[in-house]
């Protein structure tokens, strides 16, 4: 009896794939040290580029004093997934684009892609929990505001 299971191939919604479907875009230029020997840019760069593109959507919505503006709470990431669609290349640029997939009581979920020559190289989720005093915390209605004005359309 075989204990292998069985691989589906993992489906993408299609709104996903496409840059035109995001709220916020912005332009990576990969660097050297970004490459391996083979000219790709390797998975971890492509990691922190959703991490640059994730911080600074969520600067565009929150105010650009974001990161720094002293605050009781913190949004703290719980959870980053990376899907790997296929190789990107040095030293062509990338879009890193973001959009706000969903909004629950104290957690959002941003969804982000990676595009090479108009194709999908990388999605990636991340959902970011409010925490005040050490627990989980629900989301002011400003704070809804701001993530409301980042939505995804839905598909």
């Known amino acids: 009896m075989s204990h292998e299971r069985s691989r589906q191939p993992v489906r993408h919604e299609p709104h996903l794939l496409q ?3 995001y709220p916020f875009a912005m332009t990576i230029v990969p660097r ?3 490459m391996d020997i083979l000219r790709h840019i ?3 760069a492509l990691a922190e580029y959703h991490e ?3 911080t600074r959507f969520l600067m565009t919505l929150f105010g650009e004093d974001f990161l720094f503006r002293k605050r009781e709470y913190r949004l703290l990431p719980v959870r980053t997934t990376y899907d790997y669609l296929r190789e990107a290349h040095y030293p062509l640029s990338l879009l890193a684009c973001a959009g706000v997939a969903h ?3 104290s957690s959002f979920e941003v969804a982000m892609a990676l595009f090479q020559d108009d194709h999908c190289v990388c999605l990636a989720t991340a959902i970011t929990v409010q925490v005040l005093d050490g627990k989980a915390a629900t989301l002011t209605d ?6 409301a004005r980042g939505l ?3 598909s």
């Open 32 to 34: 050297y040290a970004d």
């Open 19 to 21: 840059a035109a479907s």
């Open 142 to 147: 400003e704070q809804r505001a701001c993530l």
């Open 152 to 154: 995804l359309p839905v």
């Open 103 to 105: 909004i629950g009581r």
């Open 52 to 54: 640059e593109a994730r």
């Open 42 to 44: 390797n998975n971890l």
